[in-house]
Structure formats: C-alpha cells, structure tokens
C-alpha cells in the first residue's frame, strides 16, 4: 500500500476537534490529523501520542505506535475505523457511543490531581476551569494558537 501521506497542514490549521466523532469514535478525528501531519513534518506545535489520543489508545488497547504505522501505510479514516475496530479490545457501537459521551464530558476541574494544571491551562484564555470540559478548552487554545501564529 505505502501511498504518500497526506493531510492537514498543522502549521496553518488546527486539526479536527476531539468532539468530531469519526466511525463512532470521539479524538479519532483529531488523532488522525495529528499523526499524519507528524509523518508529514507539518506537526507544528501539536503532539501525536499525547495523554488525549492515549484515552482512545487506552479504551481500545492499542499502541500508538501501530497506529503511525497504519497513517504511514497511508491509511484513510475509514481504513483507519476499520483497523480499530479489528484490533485491541472488541467494543460494541453502544460501548463506544458511551465512551464517547463520557470522554466529550470530561472536565479535568473536577479531578483533584489536574485542577490545578488545568486552570492555569484554561486562564490566559479566559475560560472558567469549573465549567470547562478538556475538548472545549482544547478547541479554544487551537483557535488562540493558530490566530496568534497568523
């Protein structure tokens, strides 16, 4: 197969928010674009392998690394669902539909270990820690990030 990998320019646009679910799977999305754009060398400020494509990672029970290796293949986001679903742990639609809700709902302020690396992380963006789940913040600092780079 070993096709030239394209994708998103991460040094001119964010990649895709970990809301938007691709086959079923919230972070895919954004896990996809972030790897193909590291095997592109247009990664940017962005971080493959990172603790939120690994709450994916861990719900699955696959490796990071076998997932680059499917992107450097040249994998669409199809190919990309499909190797998920053939590989790490058996997960039902209703499984990942639920895992999804829970992980979109995430708000780091309500884990005592990370309130308060997260509050500073939401502060220079004036977003209230209590009420701010990790994808909205996530989706801010793409937009604060990429607007100050223009």
């Not at 998103?8 to 964010?14: G, P, S, V, Y």
């Not at 674009?33 to 603790?51: Q, T």
């Not at 309130?115 to 989706?139: H, I, M, N, S, Y």
Request: proline content about 5%; hydrophobic content about 35%.
């Amino acid at each position: 197969m070993n096709k030239k990998v394209t994708g998103k320019d991460l040094t001119r646009e964010a990649p895709r928010s970990p809301r938007i679910r691709v086959g079923g799977y919230a972070i895919l999305g954004r896990t996809i674009d972030k790897c193909r754009a590291l095997v592109a060398g247009n990664i940017w400020e962005y971080h493959f392998d990172c603790p939120v494509d690994n709450m994916l990672f861990g719900f699955k029970g696959v490796k990071g690394d076998d997932f680059k290796a499917q992107i450097e293949q040249g994998a669409s986001d199809q190919e990309m669902v499909e190797w998920l679903n053939r590989n790490g742990e058996k997960k039902t639609q209703e499984e990942i539909k639920r895992w999804g809700d829970e992980v979109i709902a995430t708000r780091p302020h309500d884990d005592p270990e990370r309130r308060d690396w997260f509050a500073e992380q939401v502060k220079p963006l004036g977003l209230d820690p209590a009420k701010t789940t990790l994808f909205e913040w996530l989706e801010v600092d793409d937009e604060a990030s990429h607007a100050k780079a223009a």
